[in-house]
């Protein structure tokens, strides 16, 4: 396959996110207006950040004047995960030069990590065209989402602008669902979730998505070579 053949293939699959990711950085820009951040701080929090969960719970924080401290331990809290995201990655990306590897972990969210990651373990070799042209329009997404959202934010009512938020959950099922469907799989997804969602009940905040994820990836490989096992004997 060519470079402009990857680069269109990674264009086509980028699509979906792009799609979502544009009116659900929208709302993000037009609550950040209606909280009274400056637009330039909320197009800058998408450059720098670039991550939705953070940055809406960054609004709540700023209107509840939260301490500077508090922010900066939770939002690094809230995106630990792509620790794990980048330790899966970088096998697949051993190839590449340092610099280029640096670049893609910008572009590391967790829409880009569940379609690179399966097309990667699927024994695709990932090239820089093909994984950084689709990074880059993720990235590009958002951040004119944010533009329009910061824009438009002082015109447009914070309620009907959280009517857009399902954007990111339904492009998330899209993802589970399109992926594998295997039992150890499935396992993997359902304790994720209920765990994610006991932590919600429990008001402990982005401390559910690290748990769920951590302990329902576990048990989904544990289950995973279990079914392997008699197998190869």
């Given at each position: 396959m060519s470079r402009q053949d990857k680069i269109a293939l990674a264009l086509k699959e980028v699509l979906p996110i792009v799609l979502a990711y544009f009116p659900l950085s929208i709302t993000f820009g037009v609550l950040a207006a209606a909280s009274g951040v400056p637009?330039?701080?909320?197009?800058?929090?998408?450059?720098?950040?670039?991550?939705?969960g953070a940055q809406f719970m960054l609004i709540s924080m700023i209107e509840t004047a939260t301490a500077p401290v508090t922010i900066i331990a939770t939002i690094l809290l809230v995106n630990m995960r792509h620790v794990l995201y980048g330790a899966t990655m970088?096998?697949?990306?051993?190839?590449?030069?340092?610099?280029?590897?640096?670049l893609a972990a910008l572009g590391l969210t967790d829409e880009s990590f569940v379609v690179t990651s399966n097309r990667a373990a699927a024994g695709e070799r990932l090239t820089p065209s093909y994984y950084l042209t689709f990074a880059l329009a993720a990235y590009g997404s958002w951040i004119s989402g944010t533009i329009v959202g910061a824009g438009i934010g002082g015109i447009v009512p914070s309620e009907a602008a959280t009517v857009l938020s399902f954007a990111l959950p339904a492009l998330f099922l899209a993802l589970l669902f399109g992926g594998e469907r295997t039992l150890p799989h499935l396992l993997a997804a359902c304790t994720g979730a209920a765990l994610a969602t006991l932590a919600g009940l429990l008001n402990l905040g982005g401390i559910g998505l690290i748990v769920g994820g951590i302990i329902g990836a576990t048990a989904g490989q544990m289950l995973g070579r279990k079914r392997i096992k008699p197998i190869r004997s």
């Open positions: 637009w330039y701080v909320s197009v800058f929090s998408s450059v720098w950040i670039y991550s939705g970088g096998p697949y990306l051993a190839h590449w030069r340092e610099p280029l590897k640096w």
